[in-house]
């Protein structure tokens, strides 16, 4: 099982990006989807998370600015984030609850996001 993380880039504080992160492989079944971020010298944090039934929980500093969603059929969790702020760069993660051979957590490779002007 693959996680593939796409969709960072550098913009401007105030600006858009989607986040995109495919799951491939073994599959059976995907329990939930989401992502995490991870700041230099900070600890990896949730961002969002979307469970199987489509109920979703937020950090509350992306409340009202992220919004994460899902494609069960692709296999695919995206992350729609706006009005980016300096303090939201960091190098974004996904992770699912899949279950396969091996059932658990799984993790992407991460991909970074730079708001800077």
């Known amino acids: 099982v693959q996680l593939q993380a796409s969709g960072g880039g550098l913009v401007q504080p105030g600006g858009s990006l989607r986040l995109s992160c495919a799951a491939s492989?073994?599959?059976?079944?995907?329990?939930?989807m989401g992502w995490y971020r991870q700041a230099p010298g900070k600890q990896r944090e949730l961002v969002a998370r979307?469970?199987?039934?489509?109920?979703?929980n937020y950090a509350d500093s992306v409340k009202g600015r992220f919004t994460i969603s899902r494609d069960s059929a692709k296999n695919t969790v995206y992350l729609q984030m706006s009005s980016l702020k300096p303090e939201d760069t960091a190098v974004y993660y996904c992770?699912?609850?899949?279950?396969?051979?091996?059932?658990?957590?799984?993790w992407g490779q991460g991909t970074q996001v730079t708001v800077s002007s």
């Open positions: 992770n699912a609850e899949i279950r396969s051979v091996y059932t658990g957590y799984y």
């Open positions: 979307i469970f199987s039934g489509g109920r979703t």
């Open positions: 492989g073994s599959i059976v079944s995907i329990n939930n």
